[in-house]
């Protein structure tokens, strides 16, 4: 009889993990949706969707299709682009 009992609690507290932990990689999917559109879909004002600086901590925020960019991730990406350059990993195309 007690190992029936037993048994029981085993069966509910696994459904119980798998139900918890099925809840809370969904809620984390819908957490990372919502940041990946979170640059071009503007609640309120809008932010760098690389540094999430606000549009007033920076010189300038560009908009894309679907993201924002400013002018100081622009420097970054810029460096990158010119080291790899430098480094032969980009070749420039006429
Ligand atoms: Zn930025």
Same mark, same amino acid.
């Given at each position: 009889?007690?190992?029936?009992?037993?048994?029981?609690?085993? $069966?509910?507290? !696994?459904? /119980?993990?798998? %139900?918890?932990?099925? $809840?809370?990689? !969904?809620? /984390?999917?819908? %957490?990372?949706?919502?940041?990946?559109?979170?640059?071009?879909r503007t609640v309120g004002a809008p932010i760098c969707s690389f540094c999430f600086k606000p549009g007033?901590?920076?010189?300038?925020?560009?908009?894309g299709p679907s993201a924002f960019i400013c002018n100081e991730c622009v420097i970054i990406c810029n460096e990158i682009v010119t080291n790899d350059r430098r480094a032969g990993s980009i070749v420039d195309f006429p």
């Open positions: 009889m007690e190992s029936v009992g037993t048994r029981e609690l085993v $069966v509910l507290l !696994l459904l /119980f993990l798998a %139900v918890f932990f099925g $809840v809370a990689i !969904l809620i /984390f999917m819908l %957490v990372a949706i919502r940041r990946r559109q979170g640059g071009a007033g901590q920076v010189k300038k925020l560009i908009a």
